[in-house]
Protein backbone atom coordinates (compact mmCIF):
# COMPACT_ATOMS: atom_id res chain seq x y z
CA UNK A 1 0.00 0.00 0.00
CA UNK A 2 0.84 3.28 -0.94
CA UNK A 3 1.54 5.77 2.17
CA UNK A 4 0.89 9.21 1.52
CA UNK A 5 3.13 11.51 3.74
CA UNK A 6 1.36 15.17 4.38
CA UNK A 7 0.69 17.38 7.49
CA UNK A 8 -1.86 17.40 9.46
CA UNK A 9 -4.17 20.19 11.11
CA UNK A 10 -5.97 20.24 14.13
CA UNK A 11 -9.09 19.74 11.46
CA UNK A 12 -7.51 16.80 9.87
CA UNK A 13 -6.88 14.82 13.28
CA UNK A 14 -10.85 15.77 14.12
CA UNK A 15 -11.55 13.84 10.98
CA UNK A 16 -9.78 11.25 11.43
CA UNK A 17 -10.77 10.55 15.41
CA UNK A 18 -14.39 10.96 13.64
CA UNK A 19 -13.48 8.36 11.73
CA UNK A 20 -12.05 6.35 13.85
CA UNK A 21 -15.35 6.73 15.82
CA UNK A 22 -17.68 5.94 13.26
CA UNK A 23 -16.24 2.55 12.18
CA UNK A 24 -16.16 1.85 16.07
CA UNK A 25 -19.82 2.43 15.88
CA UNK A 26 -20.49 0.41 12.63
CA UNK A 27 -18.73 -2.53 14.11
CA UNK A 28 -19.50 -2.30 17.84
CA UNK A 29 -17.73 -4.83 18.64
CA UNK A 30 -18.62 -6.77 22.02
CA UNK A 31 -18.16 -10.50 21.92
CA UNK A 32 -19.29 -11.44 25.11
CA UNK A 33 -23.01 -12.55 25.09
CA UNK A 34 -24.92 -11.29 27.69
CA UNK A 35 -23.40 -7.45 26.73
CA UNK A 36 -25.66 -4.59 27.43
CA UNK A 37 -23.44 -1.77 27.86
CA UNK A 38 -23.05 1.28 25.83
CA UNK A 39 -19.19 1.56 25.87
CA UNK A 40 -18.38 1.54 21.97
CA UNK A 41 -14.60 1.13 21.24
CA UNK A 42 -12.65 4.05 19.62
CA UNK A 43 -9.84 2.66 17.75
CA UNK A 44 -10.28 2.04 14.44
CA UNK A 45 -9.92 -1.70 12.62
CA UNK A 46 -8.17 -2.22 9.98
CA UNK A 47 -10.84 -3.60 7.44
CA UNK A 48 -8.84 -6.55 6.16
CA UNK A 49 -7.45 -7.85 9.33
CA UNK A 50 -10.88 -7.86 10.77
CA UNK A 51 -12.55 -9.90 8.00
CA UNK A 52 -9.53 -12.29 8.01
CA UNK A 53 -10.35 -12.77 11.94
CA UNK A 54 -14.08 -12.51 11.80
CA UNK A 55 -13.70 -15.10 8.95
CA UNK A 56 -11.59 -17.30 11.32
CA UNK A 57 -14.17 -17.47 13.49
CA UNK A 58 -17.51 -17.88 11.55
CA UNK A 59 -18.96 -21.11 10.73
CA UNK A 60 -19.34 -21.65 7.30
CA UNK A 61 -22.28 -23.61 5.59
CA UNK A 62 -22.93 -24.48 1.80
CA UNK A 63 -26.77 -23.14 2.43
CA UNK A 64 -29.24 -22.95 5.35
CA UNK A 65 -32.35 -24.18 4.88
CA UNK A 66 -35.80 -22.50 5.29
CA UNK A 67 -36.85 -23.49 9.19
CA UNK A 68 -40.62 -23.50 9.59
CA UNK A 69 -42.30 -21.29 12.52
CA UNK A 70 -40.87 -18.12 12.12
CA UNK A 71 -43.71 -15.63 12.89
CA UNK A 72 -42.49 -11.84 14.26
CA UNK A 73 -46.29 -10.87 14.74
CA UNK A 74 -47.55 -10.36 18.18
CA UNK A 75 -51.02 -10.24 17.66
CA UNK A 76 -53.15 -12.85 18.65
CA UNK A 77 -52.98 -16.13 17.67
CA UNK A 78 -49.75 -15.23 16.16
CA UNK A 79 -46.15 -16.76 17.39
CA UNK A 80 -44.37 -14.16 18.64
CA UNK A 81 -41.08 -16.00 18.41
CA UNK A 82 -38.78 -12.97 18.97
CA UNK A 83 -40.62 -11.29 21.78
CA UNK A 84 -43.26 -8.05 21.57
CA UNK A 85 -40.69 -5.63 19.33
CA UNK A 86 -38.50 -3.29 20.85
CA UNK A 87 -38.72 -4.71 24.60
CA UNK A 88 -35.39 -5.42 25.87
CA UNK A 89 -35.35 -7.88 28.70
CA UNK A 90 -32.04 -7.20 30.43
CA UNK A 91 -32.44 -3.34 30.05
CA UNK A 92 -33.62 -0.74 32.99
CA UNK A 93 -33.72 2.37 31.58
CA UNK A 94 -37.19 2.29 30.85
CA UNK A 95 -37.15 3.86 27.36
CA UNK A 96 -37.81 1.05 24.80
CA UNK A 97 -34.89 -0.62 22.56
CA UNK A 98 -35.80 1.92 19.21
CA UNK A 99 -35.92 4.99 21.29
CA UNK A 100 -32.50 4.13 22.63
CA UNK A 101 -31.23 3.76 19.54
CA UNK A 102 -32.46 7.14 17.30
CA UNK A 103 -31.64 9.06 20.47
CA UNK A 104 -27.95 7.92 19.85
CA UNK A 105 -27.42 7.64 16.66
CA UNK A 106 -29.41 10.89 15.45
CA UNK A 107 -27.98 14.16 15.56
CA UNK A 108 -29.86 17.48 16.80
CA UNK A 109 -32.00 15.60 18.84
CA UNK A 110 -35.54 16.57 21.20
CA UNK A 111 -37.09 14.87 23.09
CA UNK A 112 -40.66 14.67 23.72
CA UNK A 113 -41.65 16.50 27.10
CA UNK A 114 -42.45 14.01 30.09
CA UNK A 115 -40.63 11.11 28.65
CA UNK A 116 -37.69 11.43 30.31
CA UNK A 117 -35.90 12.06 27.34
CA UNK A 118 -37.23 8.45 26.18
CA UNK A 119 -39.11 9.54 23.20
CA UNK A 120 -37.21 11.63 19.89
CA UNK A 121 -39.69 13.60 18.07
CA UNK A 122 -37.23 15.66 16.32
CA UNK A 123 -33.28 14.74 14.78
CA UNK A 124 -31.79 13.87 11.44
CA UNK A 125 -29.42 11.02 10.67
CA UNK A 126 -25.96 12.20 9.21
CA UNK A 127 -25.38 10.60 7.59
CA UNK A 128 -27.26 7.22 6.58
CA UNK A 129 -24.89 4.27 7.10
CA UNK A 130 -26.88 2.78 4.02
CA UNK A 131 -27.09 5.69 1.64
CA UNK A 132 -25.01 8.69 2.76
CA UNK A 133 -27.54 10.95 2.45
CA UNK A 134 -28.65 12.81 5.23
CA UNK A 135 -31.84 12.14 6.91
CA UNK A 136 -34.31 13.43 8.77
CA UNK A 137 -36.41 11.14 11.78
CA UNK A 138 -39.41 10.55 9.67
CA UNK A 139 -37.59 8.66 7.32
CA UNK A 140 -35.79 6.69 10.21
CA UNK A 141 -35.93 3.00 10.41
CA UNK A 142 -33.94 0.09 12.29
CA UNK A 143 -32.45 -2.60 10.64
CA UNK A 144 -31.65 -6.17 12.16
CA UNK A 145 -28.05 -6.57 10.82
CA UNK A 146 -28.72 -10.15 10.51
CA UNK A 147 -32.42 -10.30 9.23
CA UNK A 148 -34.54 -11.83 12.01
CA UNK A 149 -35.83 -14.54 9.34
CA UNK A 150 -32.27 -15.17 8.67
CA UNK A 151 -31.09 -15.91 12.24
CA UNK A 152 -34.37 -17.90 12.72
CA UNK A 153 -33.44 -20.32 10.02
CA UNK A 154 -29.71 -20.10 11.04
CA UNK A 155 -30.26 -21.72 14.52
CA UNK A 156 -32.07 -19.08 16.40
CA UNK A 157 -35.40 -21.45 15.74
CA UNK A 158 -33.15 -23.32 18.56
CA UNK A 159 -32.83 -20.73 21.38
CA UNK A 160 -35.12 -20.18 23.85
CA UNK A 161 -37.71 -16.83 24.03
CA UNK A 162 -35.34 -15.30 26.24
CA UNK A 163 -32.30 -16.16 23.94
CA UNK A 164 -34.49 -14.60 20.96
CA UNK A 165 -35.60 -11.11 22.48
CA UNK A 166 -31.84 -10.26 23.67
CA UNK A 167 -31.06 -10.99 20.01
CA UNK A 168 -33.52 -8.83 18.70
CA UNK A 169 -32.63 -6.11 20.68
CA UNK A 170 -28.90 -5.75 20.80
CA UNK A 171 -27.11 -2.89 20.28
CA UNK A 172 -24.73 -4.77 17.84
CA UNK A 173 -27.43 -6.14 16.05
CA UNK A 174 -29.10 -3.12 15.11
CA UNK A 175 -28.33 0.20 12.97
CA UNK A 176 -30.61 3.62 12.37
CA UNK A 177 -31.07 4.05 8.75
CA UNK A 178 -33.16 5.01 5.99
CA UNK A 179 -36.83 3.74 5.87
CA UNK A 180 -36.34 3.05 2.08
CA UNK A 181 -33.15 0.94 2.52
CA UNK A 182 -34.23 -1.10 5.23
CA UNK A 183 -37.67 -1.76 3.07
CA UNK A 184 -35.60 -2.60 0.17
CA UNK A 185 -32.95 -4.96 2.43
CA UNK A 186 -36.09 -6.82 3.88
CA UNK A 187 -35.14 -10.43 4.74
CA UNK A 188 -31.98 -10.57 2.61
CA UNK A 189 -28.93 -11.93 3.81
CA UNK A 190 -25.53 -10.98 3.30
CA UNK A 191 -24.57 -12.88 -0.34
CA UNK A 192 -28.33 -10.90 -1.51
CA UNK A 193 -28.08 -7.32 -0.08
CA UNK A 194 -25.41 -4.31 0.61
CA UNK A 195 -26.04 -1.24 0.68
CA UNK A 196 -24.69 1.73 -1.14
CA UNK A 197 -22.03 3.01 1.08
CA UNK A 198 -20.48 1.35 3.19
CA UNK A 199 -20.08 -2.10 2.00
CA UNK A 200 -17.08 -3.62 3.87
CA UNK A 201 -17.92 -1.87 7.23
CA UNK A 202 -21.79 -3.33 6.93
CA UNK A 203 -19.78 -6.74 5.93
CA UNK A 204 -17.65 -6.74 9.12
CA UNK A 205 -20.50 -5.65 11.36
CA UNK A 206 -23.15 -8.97 9.75
CA UNK A 207 -20.12 -11.42 10.78
CA UNK A 208 -19.71 -9.73 13.74
CA UNK A 209 -23.30 -10.61 14.82
CA UNK A 210 -22.62 -14.08 13.59
CA UNK A 211 -19.43 -14.81 15.85
CA UNK A 212 -21.31 -13.17 18.24
CA UNK A 213 -24.30 -15.54 18.83
CA UNK A 214 -22.67 -17.95 16.98
CA UNK A 215 -24.95 -18.38 13.86
CA UNK A 216 -23.41 -19.63 10.67
CA UNK A 217 -23.29 -18.06 7.10
CA UNK A 218 -23.38 -19.69 4.05
CA UNK A 219 -20.48 -20.04 1.41
CA UNK A 220 -22.03 -16.84 -0.28
CA UNK A 221 -22.33 -14.95 2.65
CA UNK A 222 -18.06 -15.32 2.91
CA UNK A 223 -17.44 -15.09 -0.42
CA UNK A 224 -19.74 -11.78 -0.87
CA UNK A 225 -17.66 -10.01 2.70
CA UNK A 226 -15.03 -10.96 1.01
CA UNK A 227 -15.92 -8.81 -2.79
CA UNK A 228 -17.14 -6.28 -0.15
CA UNK A 229 -13.58 -5.72 1.82
CA UNK A 230 -11.43 -5.96 -1.93
Request: net charge neutral.
Given at each position: MRVLRRRCGRGGVIAALAAAVAIAVWLHPSLDFGYRGDTVAIAAPVASDDLASLLNQVRVVDRIDDVPGYERSCAKGKGCVFGPAWSDPLDVSGCDTRDRLVAKALQAVVFKPGTRKCKVIEGRLDPDPYSGKVIDLKQVSVDHI?????????????????????????????????????????????????????????????????????????????????AACI
Open positions: IPLKVAWDAGAWQWDLQQRRIFANDMTELIAVSGSANMAKGQSPLSDWLPETGQCLYALRYLTVAVKYNLPVTVKDRDAAN
